[in-house]
């Protein structure tokens, strides 16, 4: 896929706002939804996302769906870091299937960093669905929700 081209609204994103797909949600408001990564490169892993542009990447979105969906990534890194107590947090957003990008509606990766880890932007296991649950419980409680 290249940077350019039509938003696919059967994209897996897509289908995950408009509840055709399920996920580990963390945080969900009006304009912006967050949960888990399915193959988390780390501990942690959360994807965020905006619900209200049909945005391949960051040359698509609007600055103001932009800026709402940076306020959440703040927001959420620093719930994890406070939750998780990570080495260090990485942020980590892709554009076209060069750049590492694998689904084509914008998306940004909040990636909890922990010492003796090796860095990737791909992860190649799925990650334990009980796992998940109890982070994601972790994650609302520490917001709030």
Known sequence: ?????EYDNQNIFAKIIRGEAPCYKVYEDEDVLAFLDLFPQSY???LVIPKRAAARN?????????????????KLARV???ELEPAGVQIAQFNGAPAGQTVFHLHVH???R???????IHASAKADEDVLKALQARIQRRLGL
């Open 1 to 5: 896929m290249s940077l350019y081209g």
């Open 44 to 46: 942690g892993h959360t």
């Open 58 to 74: 960051i040359l698509e979105i609007d600055p103001e769906n932009l800026g709402k969906v940076t306020a959440a990534v703040q």
């Open 80 to 82: 994890i870091a406070e």
């Open 110 to 112: 909040i990636i909890p």
């Open 114 to 120: 922990y010492d003796g880890e090796a860095l990737g």
